[in-house]
């Protein structure tokens, strides 16, 4: 939820800068783990606001570490906000390296695809927040975006789901509470209408005065 979100950002500016841009930055976006982790200078447009994602870092015992495409194998770019354009500017000024955004501790190697899930577990149990990891960001920002009244086409396009079929099926609860929410926005218009006093110029005829239907 907003709530649920506001507070993980407000935790995480007592953590380090690459965490505070790091969380930001998947909260803004939506942005899969692999995809934030492998991250390069030259995918951040900081005067534009805009991120290209083309690639997902990614372990395996047999390969290490190693990039590939994103998991649809579609490219795509984003825009971030203020806050996030902010941190990732103020991390890139700190940074020793020109490469990757996210890297190990002391270091200019890209950082672990894996590092963010426990580190998001020892968040999760310093701040008292349940089942933290880096796909909850994830799922709260296109839960938040779809129930605010995003049309899921654009969600999905932002995600990086191969179709909006994808995102309806993972985020079907958030689309019924977009659909109540709609509803609703019809209800609180007419009752506003009413409230104010708005009339039709045309003068609603009596029961007597309406044609009745042949039969």
């Given at each position: 939820?907003?709530?649920?979100?506001?507070?993980?950002?407000?935790?995480?500016?007592?953590?380090?800068?690459?965490?505070?841009?790091?969380?930001?930055?998947?909260?803004?976006?939506?942005?899969?783990?692999?995809?934030?982790?492998?991250?390069?200078?030259?995918?951040?447009?900081?005067?534009?606001?805009?991120?290209?994602?083309?690639?997902?870092?990614?372990?395996?015992?047999?390969?290490?570490?190693?990039?590939?495409?994103?998991?649809?194998?579609?490219?795509?770019?984003?825009?971030?906000?203020?806050?996030?354009?902010?941190?990732?500017?103020?991390?890139?000024?700190?940074?020793?390296?020109?490469?990757?955004v996210?890297t190990?501790?002391?270091?200019?190697?890209?950082?672990?695809?894996?590092?963010?899930?426990?580190?998001?577990?020892?968040?999760?149990?310093?701040?008292?927040?349940?089942n933290?990891?880096?796909?909850?960001?994830?799922?709260?920002?296109?839960?938040?975006?779809?129930?605010?009244?995003a049309?899921?086409?654009?969600?999905?396009?932002?995600?990086?789901?191969?179709?909006?079929?994808?995102?309806?099926r993972?985020?079907?609860?958030?689309?019924?509470?977009?659909?109540?929410?709609?509803?609703?926005?019809?209800?609180?218009?007419?009752?506003t209408?009413?409230?104010?006093?708005?009339?039709?110029?045309?003068?609603?005829?009596?029961?007597?005065?309406?044609?009745?239907?042949?039969?």
């Open positions: 939820s907003v709530k649920d979100l506001s507070y993980i950002l407000e935790c995480v500016k007592q953590e380090p800068l690459k965490w505070q841009a790091y969380i930001y930055l998947v909260a803004d976006t939506g942005m899969r783990r692999g995809e934030a982790c492998a991250l390069q200078w030259n995918d951040v447009d900081l005067k534009g606001k805009t991120i290209r994602v083309d690639k997902n870092l990614q372990y395996s015992k047999e390969k290490g570490v190693y990039v590939k495409t994103p998991k649809s194998g579609k490219y795509r770019t984003v825009d971030i906000g203020n806050d996030t354009a902010a941190l990732l500017k103020k991390l890139k000024g700190e940074a020793s390296g020109d490469a990757w996210f190990q501790d002391k270091s200019d190697e890209v950082m672990f695809p894996h590092s963010p899930t426990k580190y998001f577990k020892s968040f999760g149990t310093k701040y008292g927040i349940d933290f990891h880096p796909h909850l960001l994830r799922h709260t920002s296109a839960s938040i975006a779809i129930t605010g009244g049309d899921v086409a654009s969600v999905a396009s932002r995600l990086g789901h191969a179709d909006t079929s994808v995102t309806l993972m985020y079907t609860h958030a689309n019924q509470d977009s659909i109540r929410k709609a509803g609703q926005v019809v209800r609180d218009a007419l009752k209408s009413r409230k104010k006093g708005k009339k039709h110029p045309n003068k609603i005829p009596s029961k007597s005065q309406v044609k009745q239907n042949p039969k």
